[in-house]
């Protein structure tokens, strides 16, 4: 029931920007915890930020200050604005919901940073 349909990402060199989007469907009580994570190879799934239907935010250390996460509640979607990308940013993002207590994931969508 519960799906989340993710866009954005691609190529782009470093210091540049890129935004993902993430809408969110088939809940009957709203998405309260929506976030995005992210992973590369050889490594863990790891949160890059998070953020509630009440605005609250937190981010990854790594992130800080150059990602910014928003959301629309309105139209059930996430937004991450990433600003100043470096190589180390080339990952797979997941676009990440909890909705009773269960975890949901989108399909992931590549972003690359070529130094």
């Known amino acids: 029931q519960v799906q989340l349909v993710e866009s954005g990402g691609g190529l782009v060199q470093a210091g540049g920007s890129l935004r993902l989007s993430c809408a969110a469907s088939?809940?009957?009580?709203?998405?309260?915890?929506m976030g995005w994570y992210r992973q590369a190879p050889g490594k863990q799934r790891e949160l890059v930020a998070a953020i509630r239907s009440g605005g609250s935010t937190n981010y990854a250390d790594s992130v800080k200050g150059r990602f910014t996460i928003t959301r629309d509640n309105a139209k059930n979607s996430i937004y991450l604005q990433m600003n100043s990308l470096k190589p180390e940013d080339t990952d797979v993002y997941y676009c990440y919901s909890r909705v009773w207590g269960y975890d949901y994931w989108g399909q992931g969508t590549q972003v690359t940073v070529s130094s």
């Open positions: 088939g809940s009957r009580v709203g998405f309260n915890i």
